[in-house]
């Protein structure tokens, strides 16, 4: 069992449980991108008005209750009232046969709860679905499972590695925000079920009378009962269709780095400077460069765009953003390895990507213009939002990526538009390196080798985003219209 898995089962198994909301009609998608999540406070915000007038109006309405209440307790207390008295008993029997039953059947109480159930289903169609819960949850288990964060100091809202005696930090936030019994089981529910459902009926071997385990094993029993395709879903992780999962461990330990390359900078070789490409366009501005790795070429750009061009292209984006894919075949797939909404923005939307385009032409000395390159392609992560070892190149001859006409993608530019509090960088596996997200900066890095033959070992990833909401903008470039800005050679070394 992995890391993963033990954590769905033990969050599962440790927790009290409440009932399986209603699966939603459609797939939710607030989960994967930070900006949609952002977006479903403005609901609850509405919800939260909506329970304010109602409570107002239960606190009225208890108000009058209360007075009931004392005013026929005393009556009661009172040793020496007779019930001879026609008026007291009239009272009597008026409050048993017309006041007690006002009580219960109140109207003011039906009418306060319908005012806020009709309130809840106006703004309901704008709120999260369960598979976003579902996915939210996924999300949790992964970066315990990624960072390795310790599963108890992380239901307390502190995130932090434990390995043997070694406690690390990865993030301390300024207000602690810890996990209930039910966030806990929500999270174990979304994942490994099953197993939950033997570790309590182990549990109960040992301790017959725990009332609680019984509990969690007949909810958990009627779950799978619910979901009989659960267990099937729970044995199948669905990752990239390259042959590369032994690189598992080395992907998961670049993102432990989170960006940190100390020993890089004693390597002679590589070197920081000021570009301009020799092109005229950039002999006034030149670019902040930090070549980090040889084979394959990466290099980090400092301070490409400004605050406002990050601004701008997201704020473009952002209506636009759907679900990101993956290529399957001739297909467009979401999958789980892959957690983030993307855009896609052409040069004529805005006269500040047609400046951003001139000045990645100046700086990598190749053709950007279509079809020769791809829209800029503009990703918001999501909670815990990642993309596992991939190539941006295609691997495949029926990938959509040739539908362009114009060849593989020889080379990426990747532009961060955000910051990050922790997490989210960028690990390329077999380089055995990560790039920390620095805001404004530029990752460039060739896909391909001059035979026109994939570069293998350009295999990368997005860490998941521990805490923040990052941004970044793709430009990927073709092959076709770079004949003479980078020549061709048959040495499979080039």
Same mark, same amino acid.
């Given at each position: 069992?992995?890391p993963g898995?033990r954590?769905?089962?033990?969050l599962?198994?440790?927790?009290l449980?409440?009932g399986?909301?209603? !699966?939603?009609a459609a !797939? *939710?998608d607030?989960?994967?991108a930070?900006t949609?999540?952002?977006r479903?406070?403005a609901?609850?915000r509405?919800l939260?008005?909506?329970l304010?007038?109602?409570?107002?109006g239960?606190?009225?309405?208890?108000?009058d209750l209360?007075?009931?209440?004392?005013k026929v307790?005393?009556?009661?207390?009172d040793?020496?009232?007779p019930v001879?008295n026609?008026?007291?008993?009239f009272?009597?029997?008026?409050r048993?046969?017309?006041?007690?039953?006002?009580?219960?059947?109140s109207?003011e109480a039906?009418?306060?709860?319908?005012?806020?159930?009709?309130?809840y289903?106006?703004?309901?169609?704008d709120?999260?679905?369960?598979?976003?819960?579902?996915?939210?949850?996924?999300?949790?288990?992964?970066?315990?499972d990624?960072?390795?964060l310790n599963?108890? /100091?992380?239901?307390?809202?502190?995130?932090?590695?434990v390995? /043997?005696s070694?406690?690390?930090?990865?993030?301390?936030p300024?207000r602690?925000f810890?996990l209930?019994?039910?966030?806990?089981?929500?999270?174990?529910?979304?994942?490994n079920?099953?197993?939950?459902?033997?570790?309590?009926?182990e549990?109960?071997?040992?301790s017959p009378?725990?009332?609680r385990?019984?509990?969690n094993v007949l909810k958990?029993?009627?779950l799978?009962?619910?979901?009989p395709n659960?267990?099937?879903?729970?044995?199948?992780?669905?990752r990239?269709?390259?042959?590369h999962l032994?690189?598992r461990d080395?992907?998961? /330990?670049?993102?432990?780095?989170?960006?940190?390359q100390?020993?890089?900078?004693?390597i002679?070789?590589?070197?920081?400077s000021?570009e301009?490409?020799?092109?005229?366009y950039?002999?006034?501005?030149?670019?902040?460069?930090?070549?980090i790795h040889?084979?394959?070429?990466i290099?980090?750009?400092?301070?490409?765009?400004?605050?406002?061009?990050?601004q701008k292209?997201?704020?473009?984006?952002?209506?636009?953003?759907?679900?990101?894919?993956v290529?399957?075949?001739?297909?467009q797939?979401?999958?789980?390895?892959?957690?983030?909404?993307?855009?896609w923005?052409?040069?004529?939307?805005?006269?500040?990507?047609?400046?951003?385009?001139?000045?990645?032409a100046a700086?990598?000395?190749?053709?950007?213009?279509?079809?020769?390159?791809?829209?800029?392609?503009?990703?918001?992560?999501?909670?815990?939002?990642?993309y596992?070892p991939h190539?941006?190149?295609a691997?495949?001859?029926?990938?959509p990526?040739? !539908?362009?006409?114009?060849g593989? !993608?020889?080379?990426?530019f990747m532009?961060?538009?955000?910051?990050?509090?922790?997490?989210?960088?960028?690990a390329f596996?077999?380089?055995?390196l990560?790039v920390?997200?620095v805001?404004?900066a530029?990752?460039?890095?060739?896909?391909?080798?001059r035979s026109?033959?994939?570069?293998?070992?350009?295999l990368?990833?997005g860490?998941?985003?521990?805490?923040?909401d990052k941004?970044?903008?793709?430009?990927w470039?073709?092959?076709? *219209?770079?004949e003479?800005?980078?020549?061709?050679?048959?040495?499979?070394e080039?």
């Open positions: 069992m992995g898995a954590l769905a089962a033990l599962a198994v440790l927790a449980g409440t399986d909301p209603e !699966r939603a !797939r *939710g607030t989960f994967s930070l949609s999540v952002a479903a406070l609901p609850e509405r939260l008005g909506l304010r007038r109602y409570l107002r239960e606190e009225a309405r208890l108000r209360t007075r009931f209440y004392d307790l005393s009556l009661h207390e040793s020496t009232t001879a026609p008026l007291l008993a009272t009597l029997i008026k048993l046969q017309s006041d007690w039953r006002n009580v219960v059947h109207l039906s009418e306060n709860i319908r005012a806020l159930k009709d309130g289903e106006k703004v309901e169609q709120l999260p679905a369960f598979e976003d819960l579902e996915g939210a949850a996924r999300a949790l288990m992964r970066l315990q990624v960072y390795m599963v108890k /100091g992380l239901a307390r809202g502190v995130f932090q590695r390995t /043997g070694a406690i690390t930090d990865l993030y301390s300024k602690l810890s209930t019994g039910d966030d806990c089981f929500q999270v174990g529910k979304a994942g079920v099953s197993c939950a459902l033997s570790l309590s009926r549990f109960l071997l040992y009378d725990n009332k385990m019984a509990r958990y029993e009627r799978l009962a619910e979901s659960h267990v099937v879903a729970e044995a199948v992780i669905q990239p269709n390259i042959p032994q690189t080395t992907y998961e /330990g670049l993102c432990q780095t989170l960006g940190s100390p020993t890089l900078y004693q002679p070789s590589l070197y920081c000021y301009t490409n020799s092109n005229a950039l002999l006034l501005q030149p670019i902040r460069k930090e070549v040889l084979e394959p070429y290099a980090l750009y400092h301070d490409f765009v400004s605050d406002s061009e990050a292209i997201r704020e473009l984006a952002e209506p636009w953003l759907q679900r990101s894919v290529a399957s075949g001739e297909k797939l979401q999958v789980e390895y892959r957690i983030s909404k993307s855009a923005l052409k040069d004529t939307v805005d006269p500040k990507l047609v400046t951003l385009n001139h000045r990645i700086l990598t000395g190749l053709d950007v213009r279509p079809p020769y390159a791809e829209y800029l392609q503009v990703v918001n992560y999501g909670i815990g939002g990642h596992e190539f941006d190149h691997t495949s001859p029926s990938s990526l040739y !539908r362009m006409k114009s593989n !993608r020889v080379a990426t532009i961060y538009l955000s910051s990050v509090e922790a997490g989210g960088a960028t596996i077999y380089a055995n990560s920390p997200v805001r404004n530029a990752l460039f890095w060739w896909n391909l080798h026109g033959e994939g570069d293998s070992d350009t990368h990833a860490c998941p985003v521990l805490v923040g941004w970044v903008a793709n430009k470039i073709h092959e076709y *219209g770079q003479f800005r980078r020549p061709c050679s048959s040495s499979p080039d």
